[in-house]
């Protein structure tokens, strides 16, 4: 699980998204079938996936992926503050005023 989150990485280097999406969503969903879906290690995914949904112009999924990303990081026990401000300012776009 932790490989198929290195891949992803490595392929975001790359800007091979679809493989990219791919990967990083099979590691969503182990983590959320290993730790269940309120774990740091899935939000801090979803945040991975929401920024790249983002980057990729899928914006309806980018936000659902930040919202329950943000959503887990704020409860979850151990979760890095730093990831939760990031989903933060990855939502900015997001907001009402920023819409236009």
Same mark, same amino acid.
């Given at each position: 699980?932790?490989?198929?989150?290195? /891949?992803?990485?490595? =392929?975001?280097?790359?800007?091979?998204? !679809?493989?990219?999406?791919?990967?990083?969503? $099979? @590691?969503? *969903?182990?983590?959320?079938?290993?730790?269940?879906?309120?774990?740091?290690?899935?939000?801090?995914?979803?945040?991975? /996936?929401?920024?790249? =949904?983002?980057?990729?112009?899928?914006? !309806?999924?980018?936000?659902?992926?930040?919202? $329950? @990303?943000? *959503?887990?990081?704020?409860?979850?026990?151990?979760?890095?503050?730093?990831?939760?401000?990031?989903?933060?300012?990855? /939502?900015?776009?997001?907001?009402?005023?920023?819409?236009?």
């Amino acid at each position: 699980m932790v490989r198929l989150h290195t /891949l992803a990485k490595v =392929l975001q280097a790359e800007k091979n998204s !679809p493989r990219r999406r791919r990967f990083i969503g $099979e @590691a969503d *969903r182990d983590f959320e079938a290993k730790f269940g879906k309120d774990h740091a290690s899935v939000g801090m995914n979803r945040l991975g /996936l929401g920024q790249i =949904l983002g980057q990729t112009n899928r914006l !309806p999924e980018a936000e659902t992926e930040l919202l $329950e @990303a943000e *959503r887990v990081l704020a409860i979850a026990q151990g979760a890095p503050k730093r990831r939760h401000e990031q989903c933060y300012e990855a /939502l900015l776009p997001f907001t009402p005023a920023r819409r236009g």
